[in-house]
């Protein structure tokens, strides 16, 4: 398994200046006056797993091998035995074909998929509870100190969503560091993205901390808990489905973290509440509003 030193950095961090992830759009402001603003670029890529093409995702279009991998983990067409002989990315076709010792085909689940509420709309195949039967989630402490630091960390953090807005963002965190800052359109790729990073590294996820930018619904509740995740933490809300499957798994969830406030939904019995809130200063209005427009 992978090891970090709580010293460093982001092992992965954005890039708001990235060429591709962005481009500058004339258009007129509230004044009438002519301006120019960076817009997020949208484009497909095709994921095939062996001879099979799976899906078609909405992306930004930066690290295609993870999202890949991290979308067949979570849909349950990798398993954690498998054997990857290879993930092959063509940036012309924009395609990425992930190769298995193992032969595979997944004709039947295809046929059955679920449009879910992510932004840029993500799809599951086959039984989103599939795999979730008699899952519970390893028992970890959490310090409110570590959430308190955490997003502090992230909401200063150089960003696509800072900069240009119509764009969510994920990180994994070990304790008070953030490690891997992955955005994208949809939340849920950018979380499939953290999971491909986590598999192609051999990284453990029972002491890992999972934050995000976007609402807490059924969708990210599953796909944290499938990766084994025991924490899931947002600046965002939460739905009634999303709270009751982290109750039946053990996820602690937490959402609506803005300055000194959050709201814990599920796993309140492993929070360690080593610091007092009224320390923690309330959260600028610049990034208030700049959350709204995000």
Request: hydrophobic share 35%; glycine share 8%.
């Amino acid at each position: 398994m992978a090891k970090f030193d709580q010293a460093d950095g982001y092992v992965i961090a954005p890039d708001p200046d990235a060429p591709r992830l962005t481009r500058k759009v004339e258009g007129v402001d509230q004044t009438g006056e002519r301006t120019m603003i960076s817009v997020v670029e949208e484009r497909p890529l095709t994921i095939f797993l062996n001879a099979q093409e799976i899906v078609t995702a909405m992306t930004i279009g930066d690290y295609p091998e993870y999202l890949a991998l991290g979308f067949l983990l979570n849909q349950g067409m990798l398993r954690a035995d498998d054997t990857i002989t290879g993930v092959d990315y063509d940036e012309d076709l924009e395609v990425v074909v992930v190769r298995t010792e193992r032969e595979t085909s997944y004709e039947d689940k295809l046929k059955k998929k679920t449009r879910t509420s992510g932004c840029a709309v993500g799809t599951v195949f086959g039984d989103m509870m599939e795999g979730l039967e008699g899952l519970r989630l390893p028992k970890f402490e959490l310090r409110t100190s570590w959430l308190y630091d955490l997003a502090s960390q992230i909401n200063r953090t150089p960003s696509l969503y800072l900069a240009a807005g119509a764009i969510h963002g994920t990180v994994l965190c070990y304790q008070n560091r953030p490690l891997v800052y992955m955005e994208d359109v949809g939340r849920h790729n950018a979380v499939d993205k953290i999971a491909g990073w986590m598999l192609r590294n051999d990284v453990a996820s029972d002491d890992k901390i999972l934050y995000t930018t976007g609402r807490l619904t059924s969708e990210m509740v599953i796909k944290t808990a499938m990766m084994g995740i025991p924490v899931l933490a947002s600046r965002s809300g939460f739905t009634a489905w999303g709270v009751e499957i982290a109750r039946e798994v053990g996820l602690t969830l937490i959402g609506r973290m803005r300055g000194r406030r959050f709201t814990c939904l599920s796993g309140e019995d492993r929070l360690i509440r080593d610091t007092d809130p009224a320390s923690i200063p309330e959260e600028d209005r610049k990034h208030r509003r700049k959350s709204a427009e995000g």
